[in-house]
């Protein structure tokens, strides 16, 4: 797939999202709740306080994601934070009740931040098109499902992809059956789906890959225990930040141990704005800020005094700062050349001064 050669910007709740813009901070919710209500508002007021534009839900039922059963492959296996625990059984904890979803969303928008989720049927996407939801995300796990993909991208509203554990083939399916379906507002999430997350396994230069091939933005969803790989995607032109949250440690949920409390959300936020401002623009020469130093670069000084007519040798020629002089690359022009007046020493030396001067 060819890429537009100009990156598009995608509005979510009047919130413009775009290279030129400050990364979009999406605070995740997801299980940390812990079957709290209260505790779910006070992640909302934390995320608010520390600067995020966002708080991402997760909308489904245990009977939405999997079976109840215990067959092989119903089971969490390996080295995971859930191994041993039935799916049916992890997500039924996990999960937000609709119930809740009025409320939450009205507290998002109290507090100034978009609330919108990631539906995992066609149910939950109607709860939240009555909700007013701004926009869909696709988790990475459901990339693959096309007909959820096609079914969220055919309400209108902007798509946000994670593609973790995705590859070329996976991934162009899916841009493409959102497009199919009316979507060309797409955003995709560089993602690991590994949690927590190593950040030696991040891959962030996936991130302008991605953009390049897909003509699509690209943010990251990050799910390491730390704050540096989110900057570092910024630098790298992420546009949106996604990363789970909780109010404290204890009591623990399915989430926390790679969730972020909300000094460190904070701190988040403020390094991907910072590191978003470094990436600036592709210059050719000094900024305004710089314009002051520019006297301290070298440049050609007469260090003995010459007289009129006198040939210029490098013994009375020197680079040395400040940089009121010809710039230290015409020394060959000038050395062997012959003075137009006296000069003295300390004076920056400058063209009239040579009267047989070979810079043409």
């Known amino acids: 797939m060819t890429s537009n050669s100009v990156l598009p910007s995608v509005e979510i709740a009047g919130r413009r999202i775009a290279a030129d813009a400050p990364p979009f901070i999406v605070a995740e919710l997801s299980a940390n709740h812990g079957g709290d209500l209260e505790r779910a508002l006070r992640i909302i007021d934390l995320a608010a306080d520390a600067g995020a534009d966002a708080v991402k839900f997760q909308a489904y039922t245990a009977d939405s994601l999997t079976l109840n059963s ?16 039935r799916l049916y059984d992890l997500y039924q904890e996990a999960a937000t ?9 009205a507290a998002c928008r109290t507090r100034g931040l978009i609330p919108f989720a990631s539906p995992f049927d066609r149910d939950a996407i109607t709860m939240l098109q009555n909700l007013d939801a701004p926009a869909f995300k696709i988790a990475s796990f459901e990339a693959v499902d096309l007909d959820l993909v096609s079914a969220c991208a055919s309400t209108g ?8 554990l995705c590859s070329a083939e996976e991934i162009s399916d899916a841009v493409t059956t959102a497009r199919s379906a009316g979507s060309e507002d797409i955003i995709l999430l560089q993602c690991t ?11 962030l230069l996936t991130i302008p890959a991605l953009a390049e091939r897909f003509g699509v933005l690209v943010g990251y969803s990050d799910h390491t225990t730390g704050t540096v790989t989110s900057a570092a995607a910024c630098a790298l032109g992420a546009c949106l930040i996604e990363k789970h949250v909780i109010d404290a440690r204890e009591p623990p949920t399915a989430d926390s141990a790679f969730s972020l409390t909300g000094p460190d959300l904070k701190a988040l936020v403020a390094e991907c704005r910072e590191a978003w401002q470094a990436r600036g623009t592709v210059r050719d ?10 006297a301290f ?14 040939k210029f040798t490098q013994a009375n020629v020197k680079s ?10 015409h020394m060959p022009d000038v050395i062997g050349c012959h003075a137009s007046r006296a000069i003295h020493a300390g004076e920056p030396l400058a063209w009239e001064m040579i009267s047989d001067r070979r810079d043409t």
């Open 70 to 85: 215990d067959r092989d492959g119903f089971t969490v296996t390996g080295e995971s934070l859930w191994a041993g625990r």
């Open 97 to 105: 009740p609709y119930s809740w979803f009025p409320e939450l969303f």
């Open 157 to 164: 509203r902007p798509l946000i992809i994670s593609v973790g």
């Open 193 to 203: 789906s590994v949690y927590p997350a190593k950040t030696s396994e991040a891959d």
């Open 285 to 294: 020469g000094p900024t305004e800020s710089e314009q002051a130093s520019l």
């Open 297 to 310: 670069r070298r440049s050609l000084y007469v260090c003995a005094p010459v007289a009129a007519g006198e």
């Open 320 to 329: 040395i700062r400040p940089g009121f002089g010809l710039a230290p690359k």
